[in-house]
Structures are given as structure tokens and as C-alpha cells.
């Protein structure tokens, strides 16, 4: 790959350049303020963990008491729902291990639920214009 698109945070596999950044944001069951300071540090190390297997990137991370904030750059052979059914599912197991309260004070650690939008480099209009501008070549 050309050390321009590196140097702009592009990815390559043998085929496929890519950048594939996604924000997401995911819940405690009932929105419950359950992610205590300490819990808030292993769920990063957690997400940093999945993140890394799954050949991700984590550009930013807020948990708060109450939700989690992701700024992911994605695989795209491994896909976003993907990696965020893994972050959960690593996450509140792991966690309801270590910190047996959580066990008691919720069924399940996560909503089923997630928000997902795509960052992308450009906006919808340039790539929109890009797209008719190709009509006439």
C-alpha cells in the first residue's frame, strides 16, 4: 500500500484498502449507572482486547455510569455487528465475574439494543456529487 494512504489511516489486507470507522454506543440493561470507575477500566481493557483480536482498532473510548462510547476502525471481512456482539459478550461475562455485584443487581449486563453510525472521511454530498460526476466519464 502507498505510505499516503497509511499516513491518512488506511488499512490493507491482499485485496481490499479500507477505513471503516463506526461510532457506537451501547447500554446497561434498564440504563442502570452500574459502570463504577473501576468497572469503567476493565471494560476498556476489554475493548481494547476484542478490538485487537478481531483485527480493530479503538480510536476513542468514554464509559460512563450509564453508556459506553466507541469510535471503532473496523475490519470489514469481520464486520461491526460482529465485533460489537463480541465487545458485549467478552465484556459482561468477564465482568459479572469479577465484579459479583453486577450479577445481583441485573439480569443481564447489556440492553440487546446498540446505536451504530459510520465516520466517514468525506461527507454524503461530496461522495453523492462523486457518484453523478462518474454518469458522464
Given at each position: 500500500?502507498?505510505?499516503?494512504?497509511?499516513?491518512?489511516?488506511?488499512?490493507?489486507?491482499?485485496?481490499?484498502?479500507?477505513?471503516?470507522?463506526?461510532?457506537?454506543?451501547?447500554?446497561?440493561?434498564?440504563?442502570?449507572?452500574?459502570?463504577?470507575?473501576p468497572i469503567?477500566?476493565?471494560?476498556?481493557?476489554?475493548?481494547?482486547?476484542?478490538?485487537?483480536?478481531?483485527?480493530?482498532?479503538?480510536?476513542?473510548?468514554?464509559?460512563?455510569?450509564d453508556h459506553?462510547?466507541?469510535l471503532l476502525?473496523?475490519?470489514?471481512?469481520?464486520?461491526?455487528?460482529?465485533?460489537?456482539?463480541?465487545?458485549?459478550?467478552?465484556?459482561?461475562?468477564?465482568?459479572?465475574?469479577?465484579?459479583?455485584?453486577?450479577?445481583?443487581?441485573?439480569?443481564?449486563?447489556?440492553?440487546?439494543?446498540?446505536?451504530?453510525?459510520?465516520?466517514?472521511?468525506?461527507?454524503?454530498?461530496?461522495?453523492?456529487?462523486?457518484?453523478?460526476?462518474?454518469?458522464?466519464?
Open positions: 500500500m502507498n505510505r499516503s494512504l497509511k499516513e491518512k489511516g488506511y488499512h490493507a489486507s491482499e485485496t481490499t484498502i479500507y477505513r471503516c470507522m463506526y461510532h457506537v454506543i451501547f447500554c446497561p440493561k434498564y440504563r442502570r449507572s452500574v459502570l463504577t470507575p469503567q477500566k476493565r471494560m476498556k481493557e476489554i475493548v481494547v482486547a476484542v478490538a485487537n483480536e478481531n483485527n480493530s482498532g479503538v480510536c476513542e473510548m468514554e464509559v460512563m455510569e459506553v462510547h466507541l476502525d473496523v475490519d470489514p471481512t469481520v464486520g461491526i455487528d460482529v465485533i460489537i456482539s463480541r465487545i458485549k459478550g467478552r465484556s459482561s461475562n468477564m465482568l459479572r465475574k469479577e465484579f459479583p455485584e453486577l450479577k445481583r443487581k441485573l439480569p443481564t449486563l447489556w440492553t440487546r439494543s446498540k446505536f451504530i453510525a459510520t465516520v466517514g472521511a468525506v461527507s454524503l454530498d461530496v461522495v453523492k456529487q462523486y457518484i453523478e460526476e462518474q454518469k458522464g466519464k
